[in-house]
């Protein structure tokens, strides 16, 4: 990245030093795990692009929208709503994590057997690496895990803009009630921050940008169907990592632009793998930038990932918000229904989860399914071993993978996801 | 226990082998941890025997119980109102917990990272040792921490009876209209499971049985402020594991009779250890029966135990139900106000926590604080962080411990408690 950027980094507060190490680290890794590899879609050039501006161009933009009075809001889940927060006319990231960083620092601030990701995050901010977090306005936490609920509570100390919002447990009609009463609060919250009042236009505007966003994710994933594969799931995952990032639109057309490609691909029975090349679903717990541990394992081990059912993935992005509405409550309503739908593994029970995975499998022709359980992250791991069983009970190979973000496991991992993928063959 | 007891156990089910087993480990580990101190008030000669007839004489009552045709509900929380409970003439037992058991089993239904207070429940259904949830007609779970909010769903798979409540995680208006809702509900599934209608002079009744227990326990915390302590911390700690089981008015009784014995120590200066021994209060996770191990420690590296936070101890006792309400509806209210005042690390943020202790600090003139935290408890683990440095910063000593029911780490433990007390002179 352009030496132009150090002012930018050193007037939002971040450490150089530690952050030139961490663009460092970052580069290589991103160069020896994607560009090193053949046959990926010319359009993931721009991927590549934004990739290689992440703390750079994309952080010039944020600051210049906040130059002409535009508020960044930064959220961790994605039951944070994009549409509510476009509609305010401000702009939502997604803050770092992914990666170990400043550990014995978070180490004193969070108990040692806390999830990599929650960790992560502190890391990123205790160390003064991410200037997504510095750059926000508006910091948006939310009661989802046991572990993210109270980390919040430590959060607030480091931070002087956290806003938190709580999310049901259960799908009842309290439940739903709830997450209404809490997406109104943080309407009236975006609102206040921006001085926007939200009307029935601005709303559906941005529910319609959203929705675009999906669609374009959705055509994406619909594609992974084929065979042979015309994107891997490196690539795939890529971009649903940088739609937390990226301009919503900028983004839009760079997936539909890809999606053009893999349709010529498909046309002439191109693929990125060979032909009968062992497919899996990955599912489980999300991977952030730069947490490419498990997909390049499995690339590398003679499997091809055809869908990701995560919250960078399909749980993220799948379902639409119903933009018909007339008014600001009709589509705050329909908002709420989308989100309501989401299958987090903090719900009980959370049959639609199984469901999805069952519905992946045999929508993108997957062999087999491989649950990805970051460490000590209790819901996914617990829920995991019913999932397991069901998949098995219905004849659907599966293997369960525990990790973090440290590298020291890639060795075991490879070892188990190759018996795991010569079995598929 | 007698022979005359294996029938009975034989009929609710129970491995007797296994049973034996549990009972021979559980019979000498009181032995040595209680029955060989000195000192001890003679009116804890009731708990000893409750004890040891723990598995006999109450499960006898218990299907006696049955057998007339009242009901009998288990509980894993002290968010299971026990007033509405007996108000629809059903009686509310404490489910097994706090020893290991059957663990290759548990850990095929949930992973090996769960707290061992979840593990130990489970181990118990799948070990066939525990005659309290054998016996049982209904079983009541809650949405407390995700621990055990999801395992739950895999217990559902192993008992027949299973219910569940869901509790909130901010004490918010929202919040606390879940909690109404969920006890309404839950008085709804007790009426169902009884068929007795709940009227006002029922719940009033229950709500006085339940008070009077707190007041005793209350009567006795409060004498604990002596110095000399006039009873230790681990007889104050067994009668409020044995209140989750016994009989409520003979236990209320019990305890009244301890108390009027420690009264009459407190007159003439007697105690269970030495004056200016130093004094602790025990904050955290719930001890069931028999997890000693942290106490036992404790009070054999030269402090008292003068107090415990924990649900078994204050957090399961403090606050009484007003029972001043002319209907069902005003009774309910209160028992939804007291319940909403429970200040477990679920809540977020739990600001009450740390006031309490404080405020126990105060009362009980203790000179340090331990927390206990069970590995794998997120909600406590965490909040203990804040917590100590808190605690810390008003000079209060704290130690944090963080273990399992494993006997592995007694000889660190104590190490590190005798560091502490020696600090505490």
Known sequence: M?????????????????????????????????????????????????????????????????????KIIGSYCVFVPEEIVLAANATLVGLCSGA???????????????????????????????????????????????????????????????????????????????????????????????????DTERLKQGIRTVNAKRRALHRLTALRAADPAPISGLDALLASQVSFYDNPQRFTDAVNKVCDELEKRIAEKEGVFAPNTPRVVVSGCPMAVPSWKIPWIIETSGAVIVGEESCVGERGIRNLTDDAGQSVEALMEAIVDRYFKIDCAIFTPNPDRLAHIEEMVRAYKADGVIHYGLLFCQPYLMESIPVAKALEDKGIPILRIDSDYSMEDVGQLKTRIEAFVEMLR
């Open 100 to 198: 170990d960083f400043a550990v014995e620092e978070v180490e004193k601030v969070l108990p040692r057997n806390t999830c990599a990701l929650i960790k992560s995050s502190f890391g990123f901010k205790l160390g003064k690496v991410c200037p997504y977090l510095e750059a926000a306005d508006m910091i948006v936490g939310e009661n989802t895990c046991d572990g993210k609920k109270k980390a919040y509570e430590s959060l607030d100390a480091l931070v002087s803009n956290l806003y938190v919002m709580d999310i049901p447990q259960v799908k009842s009609e309290k439940g739903r009630e709830l997450l209404k009463a809490e997406f109104w609060r943080f309407k009236e919250a975006a609102e206040a921050l921006t001085g926007v009042t939200i």
């Open 2 to 70: 352009s030496e132009d950027y150090r002012s930018m980094w050193e007037s939002l507060g971040l450490d150089l030093t530690a952050h030139d190490a961490l663009l460092g680290v970052l580069g290589t890794f991103y160069r020896d795990i994607y560009l090193t590899r053949k046959n990926r879609p010319e359009g993931m050039g721009y991927f590549d692009f934004v990739m290689s501006e992440v703390h750079g161009l994309r952080i010039k933009e944020l600051l210049e929208e906040k130059v002409a009075g535009r």
